[in-house]
């Protein structure tokens, strides 16, 4: 079944939330959904990236970056080590990098901007913890989905 949030919106309308419209798409993949992991950091991502050097199948990571324009928590190397490790997407509350790479990386992605500044690499941050931005809480384990209309999240797998 193909990610539709509208039609998730008209079906599951009182088991889901949706985020505000602040995200812009990156990435091959228009639409992807699943299982959230979640990383907190401040303009780091040496988290980002250890999460993501780990198996993702059926998992989408959320990255408070605490809406930092100031530098990018995700470029090519890392977009494609995710895609490689079989992540569904990642949705990026902060900036990215090496976007027009990243467009043939069969991944989706979801960025508040580009920046070209990578970030520092202190390792410090957070892990596995409930992160809220755009009007909505992202709880680990529960699911994201995201597709051209925008991006929704749910306790529950909807598809």
């Known amino acids: ?19 505000d419209p602040l995200f812009k798409m990156y990435g091959a993949k228009q639409a992807f959904g699943g299982q959230i992991e979640t990383v907190k950091v401040h303009e780091d991502n040496v988290l980002v990236k250890d999460k993501l050097g780990q198996p993702g199948k ?18 090519d190397i890392i977009a494609q080590m995710a895609a490689d490790n079989g992540w569904e997407g990642i949705i990026v509350y902060g900036c990215i990098r090496d976007s027009g790479v990243i467009a043939d990386i069969p991944i989706g ?15 410090r941050g957070d892990v596995s913890i409930p992160v809220t931005f755009a009007g909505v809480t992202f709880f680990p384990e529960k699911y994201v989905y995201a597709d051209s209309d925008g991006i929704i999240v749910t306790e529950k797998a909807l598809i």
Do not use: W, Y
Not at 109 to 123: D, F, Q, Y
């Open 58 to 75: 059926g998992k989408v990571l959320v990255v408070d970056g605490g809406g930092s324009l100031r530098c990018a928590l995700v470029g």
């Open 109 to 123: 992605i979801r960025a508040l901007n580009t920046h070209p500044l990578k970030s520092i690499k202190h390792g």
């Open 1 to 19: 079944m193909a990610i539709q949030t509208a039609d998730l919106c008209d079906e599951f309308s009182d088991v889901i939330k949706v985020a």
